[in-house]
């Protein structure tokens, strides 16, 4: 059974910092390239970071860059997302995905909640 789990959302206050994660299990997590996107209320769901299957190759929205960091663990089956300098515009559910063009594949987590607010 395919599993995407995301854990770490909650609420932050602007300025802070905050980690998500994404477990997988159930594919093959090493040949899948990881996402993570996030769904802000009454918006539509945007790309925030990606990264390849190897994890050597990495790609970020405009609006994060600088401030998130993706990264893997290939042992672990795991993805994270650490997030510095947070501001109200980040909140959002945030979700991960799995995607694979050969052998293709499209798995989702339910998402996770992350309130930036003071």
């Known amino acids: 059974q395919v599993q995407l789990v995301e854990s770490g959302g909650g609420l932050v206050q602007p300025g802070g910092s905050l980690t998500l994660s994404c477990a997988a299990s159930?594919?093959?997590?090493?040949?899948?390239?990881m996402t993570w996107y996030r769904q802000a209320p009454g918006k539509e769901r945007e790309l925030v970071a990606a990264?390849?299957?190897?994890?050597?190759?990495?790609n970020y929205a405009d609006s994060v860059k600088g401030r998130f960091t993706i990264s893997r663990d290939n042992a672990k089956n795991t993805v994270t997302l650490q997030r510095n300098s947070l501001n109200p515009e980040d909140t959002a559910v945030y979700l991960c995905?799995?995607?694979?063009?050969?052998?293709?594949?499209?798995?989702w987590g339910k998402g996770t909640l992350v309130t930036v607010s003071s």
């Open positions: 995905n799995a995607n694979r063009k050969l052998f293709p594949i499209d798995y």
């Open positions: 159930g594919f093959s997590f090493s040949t899948a390239v």
């Open positions: 990264i390849s299957s190897t994890g050597g190759s990495t």
